[in-house]
């Protein structure tokens, strides 16, 4: 049980992203999104210390995170947008998401710079320089999809 309605847990649910479940980390953001923030004036939950859970929604909604303190990795989630642009100077982020809507939170099918992907994240190298994001999203589980072990966000430790 998380409570994902401020700033201690709201990293939980891409965790799902590590452990062959990505699928989840889709359901679980998703919910989150629909059930914690709404349209009114107290529809955003927790205290909003310097904008966390507003951003953390933004992210979501571009279905990314970033996890990783101090690094440019991030994990996925799924897009809640069919066409985005992130604009950076170092690069853009074209995200497309057939199919994309609040009921249709699962990856049947990903592309990073229209080579098929299943990994549930992406390299530092693609949050500095930018790059393109094709998806086809469902309303059914797509449980195959990042489950492979070598497909896991990398976990990084002290080196040895």
Same mark, same amino acid.
């Given at each position: /049980? +998380?409570?994902?309605?401020?700033?201690?847990?709201?990293?939980?649910?891409?965790? &799902?992203?590590?452990?062959?479940?990505?699928?989840?980390?889709?359901?679980? %953001?998703?919910?989150?999104?629909?059930?914690?923030?709404?349209?009114?004036?107290?529809?955003?939950?927790?205290?909003?210390?310097?904008?966390? #859970?507003?951003?953390? $929604?933004?992210?979501?909604?571009?279905?990314? &995170?970033?996890? $990783?303190?101090?690094?440019?990795?991030? %994990?996925?989630?799924?897009?809640?947008?069919?066409? @985005?642009?992130?604009?950076?100077?170092?690069? =853009?982020?074209?995200? /497309? @998401?057939?199919?994309?809507? #609040?009921?249709?939170?699962?990856? +049947?099918? #990903?592309?990073?710079?229209?080579?098929?992907?299943? =990994?549930?994240?992406?390299? @530092?190298?693609? @949050?500095? /320089?930018?790059?393109?994001?094709? $998806?086809?999203?469902?309303?059914?589980?797509? =449980?195959?999809?990042?489950?492979?072990?070598?497909?896991?966000?990398?976990?990084?430790?002290?080196?040895?």
């Amino acid at each position: /049980h +998380a409570e994902l309605d401020n700033e201690p847990s709201i990293a939980s649910p891409w965790l &799902y992203d590590f452990v062959g479940a990505p699928w989840k980390t889709q359901e679980v %953001v998703r919910a989150a999104m629909k059930q914690i923030w709404t349209n009114a004036p107290d529809g955003i939950s927790g205290n909003d210390d310097l904008g966390e #859970m507003s951003s953390w $929604y933004v992210w979501a909604a571009l279905g990314m &995170y970033p996890l $990783y303190p101090g690094r440019a990795e991030l %994990v996925l989630g799924s897009p809640m947008f069919e066409d @985005a642009v992130v604009d950076r100077p170092s690069g =853009k982020i074209t995200i /497309h @998401a057939k199919g994309a809507r #609040m009921n249709a939170p699962y990856i +049947a099918k #990903m592309a990073v710079n229209g080579r098929p992907n299943s =990994k549930p994240w992406l390299p @530092a190298s693609f @949050a500095t /320089h930018g790059g393109t994001l094709d $998806y086809r999203l469902s309303q059914t589980p797509q =449980k195959e999809w990042g489950a492979a072990a070598e497909d896991a966000p990398p976990s990084f430790g002290p080196e040895k």
